[in-house]
C-alpha cells in the first residue's frame, strides 16, 4: 500500500526557512521522480518543485533561489528546504509522483507565513 507522510510544517514570519521532509513507502522511490505541490486556499494545487530519479531539480518560477528540493533514495524520503517565505507561500504542501500517474495523496503539511 502506497503511503506519503508529509511532515515539517508550520508558523513562520516572513523571510523565515521551513524544511519539509516526505516519507514514501510502498512505491520503488529510487526509479521514481518525485515532487512537492501546495494548494492554497480557495486556490487549485499547484506543482512547486521536482526532482527525477538520478537527481536532475526544476523549481516554479514563484520559488526558484528560496526553496531546494533533494533526496535521499536510501530512506525514501524527499525534503523540501524553504528559505526567504513569504506571505504568498502560505498553503497546504504535499508530496507525490512527478512526471507521471500520481498516486494517493498524504495528508500534507500546513505551513503559515505571516507578514
Known amino acids: 500500500q502506497v503511503q506519503l507522510v508529509e511532515s515539517g510544517g508550520g508558523l513562520v514570519q516572513a523571510g523565515g526557512s521551513l524544511r519539509l521532509s516526505c516519507a514514501a513507502s510502498?512505491?520503488?522511490?529510487?526509479?521514481?521522480?518525485m515532487a512537492w505541490y501546495r494548494q492554497a486556499p480557495g486556490k487549485q494545487r499547484e506543482w512547486v518543485a521536482g526532482i527525477t530519479n538520478v537527481g536532475t531539480t526544476t523549481y516554479a518560477d514563484s520559488v526558484k533561489g528560496r526553496f531546494t528540493i533533494s533526496r535521499d533514495n536510501a530512506k525514501n524520503t524527499v525534503t523540501l528546504q524553504m528559505n526567504s517565505l513569504k506571505p504568498d507561500d502560505t498553503a497546504v504542501y504535499y508530496c507525490?509522483?512527478?512526471?507521471?500517474?500520481?498516486?494517493?495523496w498524504g495528508q500534507g503539511t500546513q505551513v503559515t507565513v505571516s507578514a
Open positions: 507525490n509522483k512527478w512526471l507521471t500517474l500520481k498516486t494517493n
Open positions: 510502498g512505491i520503488i522511490f529510487s526509479t521514481s521522480a
